[in-house]
């Protein structure tokens, strides 16, 4: 049984470029999230998917946007990249958007911006 | 808004207890949560608290009290492979009833010999 996949691993990217990361969620999986993890800190929500729908969203620019497939994986978007986004992006998935208080990770996207 | 505050650090000998406090101040709140991220890895999930007391899995407890806003993680017989961050993570709803989880800044614990 597979985990939540992502690719990239690693990612550099300049300034004012775009990148798009994907994610395949765990086996029996349909809502899958994205967080932003930088350097010691929290991951922080950027936004979740459900049903091919942004469900909800952290407080993040609209310079973030995803999109959620028909077999429930998913991608992130980031647009007019600053050198505030280099991070490790998590995606995270479960089943169900309001139940399940276990969520999955996955190994993490780890965009260089430069 | 979220927001939670644990120890940036604590440093425990092999063998010993050690426990992370998380204080939380949520707009809402389901539980909280607990999880362990290795250096380089994903975030890996421990436990979960609904409600007040105690949750324990093997050597690792959780401890929620919803009246304080406040819970801790304990982990006893430290292992050398325990040194790792330690995150508490509130799952709360939003406008619309959705829930997700909301990460406290972690805790690097550090394991001597």
């Known amino acids: 049984d597979a985990g939540v996949t992502q690719s990239p691993t690693h990612l550099i990217k300049t300034r004012g470029q775009q990148v798009t990361l994907r994610c395949s969620p765990k086996?029996?999986?349909?809502?899958v999230s994205w967080y932003q993890q930088a350097l010691g800190q929290g991951p922080q929500f950027i936004f979740q998917?459900?049903?091919?729908?942004?469900?909800q969203r952290g407080n993040f620019p609209d310079r973030f946007s995803g999109h959620q497939f028909p077999n429930y994986s998913s991608e992130l978007n980031v647009n007019a990249l600053l050198l505030g986004d280099s991070a490790l992006y998590l995606c995270a998935s479960r089943a169900g958007l309001a139940g399940g208080y276990e969520q999955y990770f996955g190994p993490g996207t780890r965009l260089t911006v430069t | 808004g979220q927001s939670l505050e644990q120890p940036s650090e604590v440093t425990a000998v092999e063998g010993a207890i050690v426990q992370i406090n998380c204080t939380y101040q949520t707009s809402g709140f389901y539980g909280l949560s607990w999880y362990q991220q290795h250096d380089g890895g994903a975030p890996t999930f421990l436990s979960y608290n609904g409600l007040d007391g105690l949750e324990e899995t093997g050597r690792f407890s959780s401890f929620l009290s919803r009246s304080d806003s406040y819970g801790y993680l304990l982990l006893q017989e430290l292992q050398m492979k325990d040194s790792a961050s330690y995150f508490c993570?509130?799952?709360?709803?939003?406008?619309?009833?959705?829930?997700?989880?909301?990460f406290g800044t972690g805790t690097r614990l550090t394991v001597i010999p």
């Open positions: 086996s029996g999986h349909d809502t």
């Open positions: 993570a509130v799952r709360a709803p939003d406008q619309t009833g959705a829930n997700n989880l909301f």
């Open positions: 998917y459900y049903e091919e729908e942004e469900r």
